[in-house]
């Protein structure tokens, strides 16, 4: 399984701009692990939700659960979510007490693979 470690923050401002590769045809998905921060400093996540949300190729908006540690987000995309994502502006929610905050923004390339 592939995973990539990022580090978003919600200032917005650190940790924009990554770019994570990934490909439809990995049968068994790929892991995102996102140390999430606020201001730079660790962002405590127990007893937050914590969703991946991200823009589908048809324009509607998913939202995928992550399961938390620590101040670390991971979820794993699987080949279905993996194949509508061409390359989509995607980023982390992170709600609390009824008040919702969203980190940096990064970007999920899938790469074109050979059809099944």
């Known amino acids: 399984m592939n995973t990539h470690n990022l580090n978003l923050d919600l200032d917005k401002v650190r940790g924009a701009g990554h770019v994570v590769p990934v490909s439809a045809t990995d049968r068994l ?3 995102l ?3 999430v921060t606020d201001g730079g400093a660790p962002c405590p996540l127990a007893g937050c939700s914590v ?4 823009r589908l190729a048809s324009g509607a908006a ?3 659960p992550c399961s938390v540690d620590g101040s670390t987000a991971t ?3 699987d080949e279905a979510i993996l194949a509508g ?3 989509s502006p995607a ?3 992170v709600q609390k007490d009824g008040a919702t905050y969203s980190t940096s923004r990064f ?3 899938t790469m074109e693979g050979v059809p099944r």
């Open 51 to 54: 969703s991946l949300v991200a």
């Open 107 to 109: 970007t999920i390339k």
């Open 33 to 35: 692990a996102v140390s």
């Open 75 to 77: 979820v794993t995309l």
């Open 85 to 87: 994502l061409p390359a």
């Open 29 to 31: 998905g790929t892991t």
């Open 62 to 64: 998913v939202s995928v």
């Open 91 to 93: 980023y982390l929610t």
